[in-house]
Each structure stands twice: as C-alpha cells, then as structure tokens.
T-cell receptor, first 112, second 115 residues
Framework: ELKVEQNPLFLSMQEGKNYTIYCNYS?????LYWYRQDPGKSLESLFV???NGAVKQEGRLMASLDTKARLSTLHITAAVHDLSATYFC????????????WGLGTSLAVNP | DADVTQTPRNRITKTGKRIMLECSQT?????MYWYRQDPGLGLRLIYY???????NKGEISDGYSVSRQAQAKFSLSLESAIPNQTALYFC??????????????FGSGTQLSVL
C-alpha cells in the first residue's frame, strides 16, 4: 500500500526555536514535494526534491531527502510567527502527478 | 488577478442536486487537476487532464465527472450530490515541461456542503 506519513501532525513551538518535521513514505519514489497551506487559503509549493541527498533551502526552511531511508525532513530554524501554517509532503509514485500521495499535514503554530 | 480561479468559493446544496464547480487558469499550463481535501484524510486526486482531449480518473472519481472545455477551463460535476461529498475542493495546474518539475499551482478552493 502506498503511504505517506508525517509527524508530528501538530506542533506548537516558540519563536526562535528549531524543529524538524518528518515525512516517511512506503515505496520507492524519485520525487517528493513540500507544500504550505495557510489557514483558509490555498496550497503553495515550497520545495521539490528529486534525488537522494537533495537539500533545498528557502529562508528559515530547509528540506532534505534520503531515498534509501524513504525519509524527507523539513527543518525550521529560529521559527517566526509567519511560519505558522500547515505543511504537507507529497510523494509522486507514478510520475506527472498521476499518483501523488499526500501526507496528512503538520499543523505548525509558532508562538511569541 | 489569481492565476488559477475557482468558482464558486462556497456552495451549500441538497442531497440529489447536480453541482458544477468551475476552474479557469491564466498560467498557460496544459495539465489540470481536481482534488478534494478532507480533515484527517489529506488531499486526494479526483480527475486529471493533460490536455483538452485527455481526461483521466484519479483515485476517487466515483460520483464525479469532469469536462475540459478549453486549455484554460476544467470543470468538475457532481451528478447527484451526497453528504459525504462535503469537502474542500481544489483545482490545480502544472507545467508539463521537465524543468518545471511538475509542481502544482492551486486555486483558492471551493468549500462544498451537501445537506
């Protein structure tokens, strides 16, 4: 069965702290995405990870991919309130988004 | 103006009614998708279309149909709505070129409630 599991599902953290969100997936895939969704809003793409060892960074967010462990991480450095959102990972099992399996999302609240 | 526009933003309807959700895009993308989002279930693909003449079922197409009227327009219909189709529906597009890595661009969503 194709599965994508994120943890934690809920995360409350203080501004200035660091934390990591984990995304585990069940079967080999060469493509993994991270998306962000603000409350009541649409989703926007953060990162596309295409190969083992891939690392992408944007501001305080850094994503990495270990295809051998079937694991991606989204690391938050020195969190700020503006990062409060729900973060989704999605794994493309068949190419071209034809079988894009989504994690349930990690709801992040960054508190002053 | 939004690149991917969905109408309506909210809709309340009754069981058995026919409903159409519309999506239009100005991104010039060939590929369009319909997803539904349910709390605790994440996003699931309903239908996708890689060009005007190409329509494909996703993982949960039962009870839904689609029409790709033009490159820029992709509509989703619920022929006879039922309460478990209450969800947030998203339209998305992607550029089919390898350089774009198939990342999705989403509309603002349509919250549908079936009573």
């Amino acid at each position: 069965e194709l599965k994508v599991e994120q943890n934690p599902l809920f995360l409350s953290m203080q501004e200035g702290k660091n934390y990591t969100i984990y995304c585990n997936y069940s079967t080999t895939s060469d493509r993994l995405y991270w998306y962000r969704q603000d409350p009541g809003k649409s989703l926007e793409s953060l990162f596309v990870l295409l190969s083992n060892g891939a690392v992408k960074q944007e501001g305080r967010l850094m994503a990495s991919l270990d295809t051998k462990a079937r694991l991606s991480t989204l690391h938050i450095t020195a969190a700020v309130h503006d990062l409060s959102a729900t973060y989704f990972c999605a794994v493309d099992y068949a190419g071209n988004n034809r079988k894009l399996i989504w994690g349930l999302g990690t709801s992040l609240a960054v508190n002053p | 103006d939004a690149d991917v526009t969905q109408t309506p933003r909210n809709r309340i309807t009754k069981t058995g009614k026919r409903i159409m959700l519309e999506c239009s895009q100005t991104k010039g993308h060939d590929r369009m998708y319909w997803y539904r989002q349910d709390p605790g279930l994440g996003l699931r693909l309903i239908y996708y279309s890689f060009d005007v003449k190409d329509i494909n079922k996703g993982e949960i197409s039962d009870g839904y149909s689609v029409s790709r009227q033009a490159q820029a327009k992709f509509s989703l219909s619920l022929e006879s709505a039922i309460p478990n189709q209450t969800a947030l529906y998203f339209c998305a597009t992607s550029d089919g070129t390898p350089a774009a890595n198939e990342k999705l661009f989403f509309g603002s969503g349509t919250q549908l409630s079936v009573l």
